[in-house]
């Protein structure tokens, strides 16, 4: 079966989401635990990474148990140093 990847990009970092890792700990949606305004599973694409700021968002994604949920700043992606 192939791993897929998915991003979500709010133009300053990329949420990077690998569902077979994914454990549905709930950690990052819940209202007490999470960032229901980033990660919300009833809707489709079930990230907005415009719904937080930058650092919420970093700070969520490091929570995530399992290591579904990572995170590249753009400022690293593409360019030639
Ligand atoms: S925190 Fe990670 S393991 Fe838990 S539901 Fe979110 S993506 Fe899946």
Sequence with gaps: MK????KYSNGEV???????????STICWKAATGLPAVFNPSERP???PEGASTERII????KCPSGA??????ENEGESV
């Excluded at 791993?3 to 998915?6: C, D, L, P, R």
């Excluded at 990329?14 to 569902?19: A, D, E, G, H, S």
């Excluded at 700070?59 to 490091?62: A, D, L, N, P």
């Design 3 to 6: 791993e897929i990847t998915k």
């Design 14 to 24: 990329t949420i990077v989401w690998k569902p077979h890792m994914c454990i549905h």
């Design 46 to 48: 079930w990230i907005t």
């Design 59 to 62: 700070e969520q994604v490091k």
């Design 69 to 74: 949920l990572s995170f590249v700043m753009n």
